[in-house]
């Protein structure tokens, strides 16, 4: 009676990975930047409240909305209120939320895409159709269907949408009167701490999803969706059915540390590590292994780029040997690729440099294997 | 395109009262017995930690995985070992995940029932029986529905299977080959600190579904599900699909507060404070509403009873002044009814004394006023 569903590849691997491995694999950000001294200092705070123990509200609390709506309104130029925020324990909890509470049965995502997004959608039972080019989006748009849009530092390709992209897509949406979900996990993540607004602000029928994971830690599971009131009221039969409520004791910690601490001081801190990491693995592309071409991104955490061989292929030899990276393949809805998805952010230097020597030898072996 | 999905009764109440209400609604502990302390001792010990703050594995982290196994081994006499444990953002999540990964279109449930588990089954699309006695449940019963059950202090009843029922219900799931999903969040809330074997240890093919939420405390939304490892295998990929796994930060907690306390001794000092709430509450019901019928409870957090009215008009009539309850509508398939349930350990006493006397009163007019 078990319904087998096919794990995430990338949640595999990082479940299967010990400290031997050398992982480009998960987009794990760099723990050197947690910001674990101010969290503590915002903890004791917060223990002091017995509150912050109990059960609460399945919308979230209302100061943490009140701190992301302003954020939106603020540094997104997104006007938006705390009636326009549900708290969700990840990002990632928000498709399911999303999608349970829509009747649509099928989503259109851009190829490739996020891994997870994928996961959760074929695990509702929801059809997928991609597309690569915007003509074809057109043709496969309509209002009883769902698009799910990465706008920045695309993951995994990497790709930020233009300005004049985000309006021609908006100006789709109007014209299909379809639902947007954008998912805006690396918003912030731009090297030169500059940000574009989003497609959503553009268009009422959408959601906006954020996360802390990226920007604080991971680990705390909080992000949000950001919705217009009458959609998130929407989306709290759903979201209580799945967890009553997002921890609160995590929501006043991350609240506490926004009142204390400024956010964006800390991004710019994050944003000029990943930039020089990305410089230095692209560096080490370019010395170890020539052949594999890529456009350095101008965000996020990923390089994205070609092998001149079958990747899936060349990620289980790899896997051999204690390198982890992860194949385009699965992030195809079925598609052979010869692309990767390297994460810079959560190896160190040493850890990137003697990574890509070995996997120039790995690969030098697998050409060698294929071509005797 | 929305789909509209009511939502739970009572997490409306909860959002919708403020600190004017009187609540006996909600299954909310005593935040007097929150472990404040010893939790803010622990977290000072986490934070040392960065992994703390990183994604983590789906499953769970290893640590608190073996002090769950050990508590199933060692205090409910179920031997258990860490791979048979799965951490869940609250035991609520379980239905969702478990439910996801089972073929099974149709749950038999008990009437009535925990709310948020018919919730959970409803918004999967999933066909909801109830029976009330055995002979109804082994008809119903087959190898490919799903059996949910809550053996100890069910919700709302407050009923305890004993030794010989739960031997006949394993007896029943052994003929139907059957899966059987145990609700255990109560099962070690006894007044007098006794324990009952789980079902599951008579039967292989089922979920036992644990929390802290009512031990420890609520707001970290921590639960767990016991199953064989080779079910729980089979919930990674609805886990991962949901929120990619459980609060690193929050498990560590947990792990290090059950590390530096006895848990059983501070599980004994609820208990008996439960135990003199509940006896209160008794007597107030006894002395200013003695029309209501009821059994005292022998654990778990509520007294359930019945009114000779409906008890659903009456709790819209409370509700008018600011005394919540729960009006047992909500916990049947499509069933009046005059029962109702109040929850006795969040109140205080001067709460318990003013809301029921309040109650009386209010019940008074409601009667004359449907008499009239």
């Given at each position: 009676?078990?319904?087998?569903?096919?794990?995430?590849y990338?949640?595999?691997i990082?479940?299967?990975?010990?400290?031997?491995?050398?992982?480009?694999?998960?987009?794990?950000?760099?723990?050197?930047?947690?910001?674990?001294?101010?969290?503590?200092?915002?903890?004791?705070?917060?223990?002091?409240?017995?509150?912050?123990?109990?059960?609460?509200?399945s919308?979230?609390?209302?100061?943490l909305?009140?701190?992301?709506?302003?954020?939106?309104?603020?540094?997104?130029?997104?006007?938006?209120?705390?009636?326009?925020?549900?708290?969700?324990?990840?990002?990632?909890?928000?498709?399911?939320?999303?999608?349970?509470?829509?009747?649509?049965?099928?989503?259109?995502?851009?190829?490739?895409?996020?891994?997870?997004?994928?996961?959760?959608?074929?695990?509702?039972?929801?059809?997928?159709?991609?597309?690569?080019?915007?003509?074809?989006?057109?043709?496969?748009?309509?209002?009883?269907?769902?698009?799910?849009?990465?706008?920045?530092?695309?993951?995994?390709s990497?790709?930020?949408?233009?300005?004049?992209?985000?309006?021609?897509?908006?100006?789709?949406?109007?014209?299909?009167?379809?639902?947007?979900?954008?998912?805006?996990?690396?918003?912030?993540?731009?090297?030169?701490?500059?940000?574009?607004?989003?497609i959503?602000?553009?268009?009422?029928?959408?959601?906006?999803?954020?996360?802390?994971?990226?920007?604080?830690?991971?680990?705390?599971?909080?992000?949000?969706v950001?919705?217009?009131?009458?959609?998130?009221?929407?989306?709290?039969?759903a979201?209580?059915?799945?967890?009553?409520?997002?921890?609160?004791?995590?929501?006043?910690?991350?609240?506490?540390?926004?009142?204390?601490?400024?956010?964006?001081e800390?991004?710019?801190?994050i944003?000029?590590?990943?930039?020089?990491?990305?410089?230095y693995?692209?560096?080490?592309?370019?010395?170890?292994?020539?052949s594999?071409?890529?456009?350095?991104?101008?965000?996020?955490?990923?390089?994205?780029?070609?092998?001149?061989?079958?990747?899936?292929?060349?990620?289980?030899?790899?896997?051999?040997?204690?390198?982890?990276?992860?194949p385009?393949?699965?992030?195809?809805?079925d598609?052979?690729?010869?692309?990767?998805?390297?994460?810079?952010?959560?190896?160190?230097?040493?850890?990137?440099?003697?990574?890509?020597?070995k996997?120039?030898?790995?690969?030098?072996?697998?050409?060698?294997?294929?071509?005797?």
């Amino acid at each position: 009676m078990s319904n087998k569903i096919k794990r995430s590849y990338i949640r595999e691997i990082l479940d299967a990975t010990d400290e031997d491995t050398i992982s480009f694999a998960g987009g794990l950000p760099d723990k050197e930047f947690f910001p674990l001294n101010q969290l503590s200092k915002a903890s004791k705070k917060v223990f002091k409240n017995a509150d912050c123990l109990q059960y609460s509200k399945s919308q979230g609390i209302e100061g943490l909305r009140e701190k992301i709506a302003s954020i939106y309104t603020n540094k997104l130029g997104f006007k938006t209120s705390k009636e326009e925020i549900l708290i969700t324990t990840g990002s990632q909890q928000a498709f399911d939320i999303i999608l349970k509470s829509l009747d649509s049965k099928q989503v259109i995502v851009e190829s490739p895409s996020y891994i997870g997004a994928l996961g959760a959608f074929k695990i509702l039972g929801k059809e997928i159709k991609d597309f690569k080019k915007l003509s074809e989006l057109e043709k496969l748009i309509n209002s009883s269907n769902i698009l799910y849009a990465i706008s920045d530092y695309q993951n995994p390709s990497t790709n930020v949408y233009s300005n004049k992209k985000r309006k021609n897509i908006a100006s789709i949406l109007n014209k299909s009167n379809s639902t947007l979900i954008e998912d805006g996990a690396y918003c912030f993540l731009n090297f030169k701490n500059k940000v574009k607004t989003p497609i959503s602000k553009l268009y009422e029928n959408s959601y906006h999803l954020g996360s802390f994971s990226k920007i604080v830690a991971p680990g705390l599971r909080l992000g949000w969706v950001r919705a217009k009131a009458e959609n998130i009221d929407n989306l709290l039969a759903a979201k209580e059915s799945l967890d009553l409520h997002t921890s609160t004791f995590n929501q006043m910690l991350v609240e506490q540390y926004l009142k204390d601490n400024d956010l964006f001081e800390h991004i710019t801190k994050i944003n000029d590590a990943y930039s020089k990491k990305m410089e230095y693995m692209a560096k080490c592309f370019k010395k170890y292994i020539p052949s594999f071409k890529f456009k350095k991104p101008e965000g996020g955490m990923f390089i994205y780029g070609s092998f001149d061989v079958d990747s899936m292929l060349l990620a289980k030899e790899a896997l051999k040997e204690n390198i982890a990276f992860v194949p385009a393949e699965v992030f195809y809805l079925d598609e052979k690729s010869n692309e990767a998805r390297f994460n810079f952010t959560n190896a160190t230097y040493k850890e990137i440099k003697m990574g890509i020597k070995k996997l120039s030898s790995i690969l030098d072996n697998y050409t060698k294997k294929i071509n005797s």
